[in-house]
């Protein structure tokens, strides 16, 4: 929003939709007859509707700012215009003016997470609603912005760079419908804001006001509740708040109770971050004012949620006492994935506790053909499931057969998820000495059953082989490292908050 300087009493801002007259205690908006493709306000009709609907919506989180629309007459007595008035708001107070002073800004966030919580679970809910919530519904409005862009003759984006942000989106799209359909099952599609920016909420004494609600298209404002705070959470982390951004989104999950993975707020901010993108684009092109580094910016956060939202497919393998195990439980305890182990499962499909003893001779009793394969079809199962719903999985198993990495490797790319291979590997004298140690696991192997399966593993030039004969930090590391590569790990920060049973 771009201010013209009046004094203290006056000063006129004006947005590509809009042009604001603050005078004194009040605030007049103008529409601007303008069309965007995204709305249409070339005639008088559709300005006075969306000034009308703009105060009818505000009135949900700023009821004592909005307080109607005034018709501007002409010199001929007749109506020529319309404007909305409100009651003009602190500047000092403005949430962005207080993150840029340093200004502590999280009990004030903790209070707007609860008004947005609030007013979604209000939110009425109808199929013409739930359908913007939808995978196909947020595919058509990427799809959209990409084709604006591109439009332009002179955008501020490389053509590559939307090339990847493009080729991205739609890779997690296309691979989580059930995410989507779930969502729109718990009743997680909501009429909400539609704009939130840090710019357009004020922290009074009394509570937060957050203005500037969506009004011009309802579909943009029919969308999931997180992919709407995931508008506020992109601006914190535009102001140079990733640590409030986080903070916001934890609050509001915790207030609505919402199972969505990390990987889903990802998207969503991305998206916002695209949006903004997009408008910047269209400001440059419109005024030529400069907002191409503006652009450029978003779409770098843009890039960097994507990448860090990705989807992936872990298989951690070696033979036993290489400590596959142990570098599994590691990656999951830091990337906050979800892990399944083979030993764990073949013994659930026995129907006896994960602790409990069955040894035998390799190839025979628990251990023979039959149950591996189903243990291993039980495993890529689940794990189907969790990466269609935008769950990064780790499937902790030997992996000696090269036909269960195939059936992995066709897994990732049904789901559209990324796959990474990593093969454990030590000195014989330390897993023999591991092995020795071994008590009450719930692994079952011995030191002859490695040696037989160390036999018999088939080659694998598509793992990474990671060293486990020194400390468990150095393994780690060097599994982050293959891991995080594909996203240039810029913030997986976002991690589901863990919540307290009922």
Not at 317 to 342: E, F, H, V, W
Request: with cysteine.
């Amino acid at each position: 929003m771009e201010a013209l300087p009046m004094g203290p009493w006056a000063q006129i801002k004006e947005t590509h939709i809009a042009v604001v007259f603050m005078l004194g205690d009040r605030v007049l908006k103008l529409k601007k007859p303008v069309d965007l493709g995204f709305l249409d306000f070339t005639t008088r009709e559709a300005r006075r509707a969306a000034c009308h609907r703009e105060v009818e919506l505000n009135r949900r989180l700023a009821p004592d700012v909005y307080e109607g629309v005034a018709d501007v007459l002409g010199p001929d007595g007749e109506v020529c215009e319309h404007l909305v008035v409100m009651r003009r708001m602190p500047e000092e107070r403005r949430l962005a003016v207080m993150i840029r002073l340093g200004q502590p800004v999280e009990e004030p966030l903790l209070r707007i997470a609860r008004m947005i919580a609030s007013m979604h679970a209000r939110s009425p809910h109808s199929p013409r609603i739930d359908r913007q919530g939808g995978r196909a519904a947020l595919q058509s409005r990427w799809s959209a912005s990409f084709d604006q862009i591109r439009a332009l003759p002179d955008a501020a984006l490389e053509p590559e760079v939307v090339t990847e942000i493009e080729r991205l989106t739609l890779r997690f799209l296309r691979g989580r419908d059930p995410l989507f359909a779930a969502r729109v099952e718990e009743g997680r599609i909501v009429d909400g804001h539609g704009d939130l920016l840090a710019e357009d909420i004020f922290c009074l004494d009394d509570g937060p006001r957050i203005l500037d609600c969506l009004e011009f298209d309802e579909r943009l404002r029919f969308l999931d509740g997180l992919d709407d705070v995931a508008f506020l959470a992109m601006d914190l982390e535009r102001l140079g708040e990733p640590r409030l951004a986080e903070v916001f989104l934890h609050r509001y999950v915790e207030f609505t109770a919402d199972p969505a993975p990390p990987s889903l707020w990802h998207h969503y901010v991305a998206y916002r971050a695209f949006v903004r993108a997009k408008v910047a684009c269209l400001r440059q092109r419109q005024e030529g004012s400069g907002s191409a580094w503006q652009a450029r910016q978003f779409a770098d956060l843009t890039l960097r949620h994507l990448r860090a939202g990705m989807i992936t497919l872990v298989l951690v393998g070696g033979t036993p006492g290489t400590g596959k195990s142990t570098l599994a439980a590691a990656i999951a305890d830091r990337l906050g994935y979800t892990l399944l182990n083979s030993d764990r499962v073949r013994k659930e499909l026995a129907g006896i506790a994960p602790h409990q003893p069955a040894a035998a001779p390799f190839g025979e009793g628990l251990y023979d053909r039959e149950r591996t394969e189903r243990t291993y079809d039980e495993l890529l199962s689940r794990a189907e499931r969790l990466l269609r719903h935008g769950e990064p999985v780790i499937l902790d198993a030997s992996w000696i057969d090269a036909e269960h990495r195939a059936a992995a490797e066709q897994l990732a790319q049904r789901t559209f998820s990324d796959l990474v291979a990593l093969r454990c590997t030590a000195p014989r004298q330390i897993t023999a000495e591991r092995l020795a140690r071994r008590t009450g696991g719930v692994s079952d192997a011995d030191q002859a059953i490695a040696e037989t399966m160390a036999a018999r593993m088939a080659p694998w030039p598509a793992a990474t082989e990671i060293d486990t004969g020194a400390t468990a930090g150095q393994a780690l590391e060097q599994a982050l490292t293959v891991i995080c590569a594909p996203s240039a790990v810029t913030s997986r920060r976002f991690r589901r908050p863990q919540m307290e049973p009922g």
